[in-house]
Nanobody, 119 residues
Framework: QVQLVESGGGLVQAGGSLRLSCVASGSFSSINAMRWYRQVPGKQRELVAG???????NYADSVKGRFIISRDYAKNTVYLQMNSLKPEDTAVYFC?????????????WGQGTQVTVSS
């Protein structure tokens, strides 16, 4: 069974840091892009950062210069290093990944991890 599992969320004061992890497990051939999204109640899920299979990255304007996305190909893991956190970063953070299960590619989502930034 293929699944994505996030970890690393929690409560932190404004200005602090957290590192989120998302591990893909199960039977698949490879992983293309991996991304982090976040969602607050009553709002649409928004893209925070993405990283391609070739390690090209992109970020939402709101997190540029503060967040860093990276991945460990050997561990099938994507990370989100979040620095200089602000109360408006409070949300449930989800990862997704494009998993190649030949002959197709499927998009999987994790269950989410809560990040709360206190002022």
């Amino acid at each position: 069974q293929v699944q994505l599992v996030e970890s690393g969320g929690g409560l932190v004061q404004a200005g602090g840091s957290l590192r989120l992890s998302c591990v893909a497990s199960g039977s698949f051939s490879s992983i293309n892009a991996m991304r982090w999204y976040r969602q607050v109640p009553g709002k649409q899920r928004e893209l925070v950062a993405g990283i391609t299979g070739g390690s090209r990255t992109n970020y939402a304007d709101s997190v540029k210069g503060r967040f860093i996305i990276s991945r460990d190909y050997a561990k099938n893991t994507v990370y989100l290093q979040m620095n200089s956190l602000k109360p408006e970063d409070t949300a449930v953070y989800f990862c997704n990944a494009e998993l190649v299960i030949l002959p197709r590619t499927y998009l999987y989502w994790g269950q989410g991890t809560q990040v709360t930034v206190s002022s």
